[in-house]
């Protein structure tokens, strides 16, 4: 059967060897499995008609019947156009063409009934449709309604006369010689429970609907197949990792006792405590914790990851800790050797710029056993670099490592696996994290840190500059610093530093007598670390950036942060830029600069960061502004080879879906039961590196 799916396009009847190898270059479509999986992306209700009276613009294609009642082409060579006033009886729409006028001439005549399809348009006082679909009305287009597949093509395959209509084409023909080899993926008992129709059915349905309850069941069927096989896949591997790999019991709390009695500097929040007692639950469990830890800017992760290295500590091994940056392994270091000092716990760092004298020393100590905690940047995962004993390793900013990276840290403890802490501050809605990180335990920190108050965000038009910049002068005069960022479009770096060269001018000359960093990708990275560091000694009062500061040093001091052009960024990157500030006590202010003119989008990202500090809110809207492929960075996912569904739309689905595949492995780890054997038997049915196991492969 599976071989069946495997055949290539190139044997449909009027396909041949050409047309597919174009198909395969801009589609990616080769067999008949990825034809029939190639879902529309649209449909076209062909199952009503309206009246020409009733139409105006705001409705989106429209079917009509008449007749033509004049004909006539204006303007000259390339203003030339056909316009044809069409009539139903009710009223006149004007049908028009700018293109293929002497085909569309000949073709149409007068006196002949007609169905039109196409979407109407204003234009002065009239209503007209541009390039209609035209066709003779017969008894058979009259009354039988349907929903017509659209599918996405591209302008190459429509040269090559490949357009929806010839996939459709397609499709069809697969689906009508292979309806009897779809077999049946999901257990009887999925069916009744979640009213589920055959797989045979929702793959007909889903390309050529009869109506529309028809396609929401197929589109429901084949959604939650897919988020099924998806959920059963990292579920699977959860269960394996547990298995496979046991971890250190490591249950001492010495040390951690001492550091709460004696050292800790404020009173943990009620996130923070629930999450150290998940982690130290997984800590002497007797398996290996691979948990991702999401907490805001500032909510106090780097505490919490500390905190877990004193349990580790305290039973006699060692901790890692690894950064993207040089600048936040500096931050980290500075900001646990208080902490490891006061407990006369051993603490090193670990860069590219760190010396081979003091390299030599740091790879004594990690083997000998006498140094405990290790911060740094990729170095860390250099082959040279051998820990006697390896506990645990925090990852901070995982999205910025790949897995290669995260394996070959894993790999630096021999006996057991070491303990995994992943840590990011880019907030991942609760629907991407099942899907993108579904075989890691997720733990949130959804609460700020006692005596921080929220920051306040404000969006200004460029007509009230001044008024800006006179709020800015207070704020230096009560001793703050102010960061100015502006945007960077890949496309154009010359253009944008000229935008960044413009906004230090201005603001040069709006604060003659401050001094003021700048700091841009552009930069060598020592010239980039001296302004950062003259602002973090508050030897600056500006800074004047581009977005390198989107993931960077922690200024206390800083308590306003002015985004130029906001409507050129991101959500996720307007919230990373805001978190920079709210660092300290004193209450901090994000100032979102636009222009008059924003999109609809721009405005609703505006109005959320205004809105919200909650980063799971604004990581939920940004999911549903811009869908899942781009928003965490990771491409090292193939997770998100998604087919049909879509994680912003179909959290209930894909929470359903998670359940089932929960509830199935519980009771039947190895999917030997009778009733779970259509499951068995599709998994077995792919290809080894299909990541997608909703796939007919």
């Known amino acids: 059967m599976a071989n069946f799916f495997e055949t290539g396009i190139e044997f449909l009847k009027g396909v041949g060897p050409q047309k597919a190898a174009h198909i395969n270059k801009e589609l990616g479509l080769f067999t008949y499995g990825d034809l029939i999986q190639y879902y529309p992306f649209r449909y076209e209700d062909r199952t009503k008609f309206q009246r020409i009276e009733d139409i105006d613009e705001d409705m ?58 196409g ?64 077999s049946e993926t999901l257990p009887d008992e999925f069916l009744e429970k979640f009213i589920l129709i055959e797989k045979r059915f929702a793959l007909w349905h889903i390309h050529f609907p009869s109506n529309m309850e028809l396609l929401q069941k197929a589109q429901f069927r084949l959604k939650f197949e897919e988020l099924f096989f998806i959920q059963l896949r990292l579920l699977k591997l959860k269960i394996a990792r547990i298995e496979k790999f046991q971890g250190a019991v490591f249950s001492q709390t010495g040390l951690l006792t001492k550091f709460y009695t004696d050292h800790l500097p404020f009173d943990l929040t009620g996130a923070q405590k629930r999450v150290i ?91 000998n056993g006498t140094l405990k905690i290790l911060v740094g940047t990729h170095a860390l995962i250099e082959d040279k670099v051998a820990f006697q004993n390896l506990g645990l390793a925090v990852i901070d900013e995982q999205h910025r490592f790949g897995v290669a990276q995260r394996a070959k840290l894993w790999a630096k403890n021999k006996s057991a696996y070491p303990h995994i802490l992943v840590m990011t501050a880019t907030p991942i809605p609760r629907t991407l994290a099942m899907t993108l990180y579904g075989d890691l335990d997720v733990s949130v920190i959804d609460e700020l840190p006692a005596g921080r108050k929220p920051i306040k965000t404000i969006h200004e038009y460029d007509s ?11 704020e230096i005069i009560k001793s703050r610093q102010i960061y100015m960022v502006y945007p960077l479009i890949e496309e154009s770096e010359k253009m944008d530093l000229k935008d960044l060269m ?19 990708g552009k930069m060598k990275p020592q010239d980039k670390e001296f302004e950062m560091q003259r602002f973090v000694r508050h030897e600056t009062q500006l800074m004047v950036a581009t977005t390198v500061i989107e993931v960077g040093v922690n200024v206390p001091n800083a308590s306003v942060m002015v985004i130029e052009n906001a409507e050129r960024f991101g959500l996720a990157q307007l919230h990373q ?61 193939g997770v998100l080879d998604l087919l049909i569904a879509d994680i912003a739309k179909d959290s209930k689905i894909l929470q359903l879906a998670r359940n089932a595949a929960s509830d199935v492995l519980e009771r039947d780890p190895q999917l030997q039961r009778p009733e779970h054997m259509n499951i068995d038997r599709h998994i077995r049915s792919l290809r080894k590196n299909v990541v997608n196991w909703g796939r007919i492969s």
């Not at 009230?464 to 207070?474: D, I, S, T």
């Not at 413009?502 to 841009?520: K, L, N």
């Open 577 to 637: 830029l805001r978190g920079r500030v709210g660092r300290g006590a004193e209450q901090s202010y994000c100032i979102l600069m636009t222009d008059y003119k924003l999109s609809k989008e721009a405005r609703l990202r505006i109005d959320t960061m205004v809105r919200t500090n909650n980063g799971f809110e604004i990581a939920d809207v940004d999911l549903k502004l811009r869908g899942p492929g781009d928003l965490t960075g990771t491409q090292q996912s």
């Open 60 to 117: 989106p294609f429209v079917q009509i019947k008449g007749r033509i009642r004049k004909m006539e082409t204006i303007g000259e060579g390339g203003k030339r156009r056909l316009v044809i006033q069409f009539s139903d009886g009710t009223d006149d729409i004007e049908l028009v063409w700018f293109k293929g006028i002497n085909w569309v001439v000949n073709k149409l005549k007068m006196g002949v009934d007609y169905v039109v399809f």
């Open 277 to 367: 007692r998940e982690i130290y639950e997984d800590m002497k469990s007797g398996r290996q914790m691979n948990r991702l830890l999401q907490g805001d800017v500032g909510s106090g992760k780097t505490i919490v990851a500390f905190i877990s290295m004193l349990i580790v500590v305290s039973s006699g091994a060692q901790c890692a800790m690894m950064a993207p940056t040089e600048i936040l392994a500096e931050q980290h270091f500075e900001g646990l050797k208080k902490h490891a000092d006061a407990l006369g716990i051993s603490i090193g760092k670990l860069t590219g710029s760190t010396k081979k004298s003091a390299r030599k020393i740091l790879h004594e100590q990690l083997e």
């Open 119 to 182: 979407k109407p348009a204003r234009f002065g006082r009239k209503i007209n449709m541009a390039h209609p679909e035209v066709e003779v009305l017969t008894t058979q287009n009259e009354t039988a309604g349907f929903l017509q597949p659209v599918y996405h093509t591209s302008e190459k395959l429509k040269a090559k006369y490949i357009d929806s209509k010839a996939i459709s084409k397609m499709v069809r023909q697969v689906l009508a010689v292979c309806e009897d080899r779809i």
């Open 464 to 474: 009230k500059r001044l008024q800006v910049f006179g709020f800015l002068r207070k």
């Open 502 to 520: 413009d906004g230090y001018e201005s603001v040069r000359r709006a604060f003659p007598d401050q001094h003021i960093s700048i700091v841009h």
